[in-house]
């Protein structure tokens, strides 16, 4: 069974910093493209990120909102990606969840980060 | 970058009956790369289908997808109560970028 878990989330200061983890099982992690999707309270689904597998080159993409201020990195030996936040304002708070692949076929349970002073 | 806009925004039906929701894209999604994800309160995106009509693992058939170049459609023939969710559709091959269309809620009639 497929399984995503993160972690890592919670309150931070505008201008802080916050990594989140996302380990996952149950599928071989070191082929998976990782992606990063958030979603605001109240709001809709916001794609931020992804990871490629290393097979397919190991490269990053980002969504314009979080440019320059995310960074993706991932270790296959833990199965685990993580996200690296910097700089962050009070606009991304949201539940940030992992999901697979290429289209999003499996996803976390997410976790919540909240930028507030 | 590619922006989708679903709609209706909201859609209220009885248990029994088809759903039709639809996505817009502002540009040609490449290959059809457009999936459609459901989202219950308080949990996590499911993938439904992908390549706009595959469904994915574990999905029923009442679920099916349609469409191709800027128009998409997901129809649920028969609605059951649990089916009463948010659906968004996203397109994951034009670009690096992946967007999502802002959701259409399904609720109870």
């Known amino acids: 069974e497929v399984q995503l878990v993160e972690s890592g989330g919670g309150l931070v200061k505008p201008g802080g910093s916050l990594r989140l983890s996302c380990e996952g099982s149950g599928f071989t992690f070191s082929n998976a493209w990782m992606n990063w999707v958030r979603q605001a309270p109240g709001k809709g689904l916001e794609w931020i990120g992804r990871?490629?597998?290393?097979?397919?080159?190991?490269?990053?993409d980002y969504a314009a909102p979080v440019k320059g201020r995310f960074t993706i990195s991932r270790d296959d030996s833990k199965n685990t990606v993580w996200l690296q936040m910097n700089s962050l304002k009070t606009d991304d708070t949201a539940v940030y969840y992992c999901a697979t692949g290429w289209f999003l076929d499996y996803w976390g349970q997410g976790t919540l980060v909240t930028v507030s002073s | 970058e590619i922006v989708l806009t679903q709609s209706p925004g909201t859609l209220s039906l009885f248990p029994g009956e088809r759903a039709t929701l639809s996505c817009r894209a502002s540009q040609s999604v490449g290959s059809n790369y457009l999936a459609w994800y459901q989202q219950k309160p308080g949990q996590a995106p499911r993938l439904l289908i992908y390549?706009?009509?595959s469904r994915a693992t574990g999905i029923p058939d009442r679920f099916s997808g349609s469409g191709s170049g800027t128009d998409f459609t997901l129809t649920i023939s028969r609605l059951e109560p649990e089916d009463f969710a948010v659906y968004y559709c996203?397109?994951?091959?034009?670009?690096?970028?992946?967007?999502f269309g802002q959701g259409t809620k399904l609720g109870i009639k």
């Open positions: 990871i490629k597998s290393k097979p397919d080159g190991g490269t990053t």
């Open positions: 390549g706009a009509s």
């Open positions: 996203q397109q994951y091959g034009t670009s690096p970028m992946y967007t």
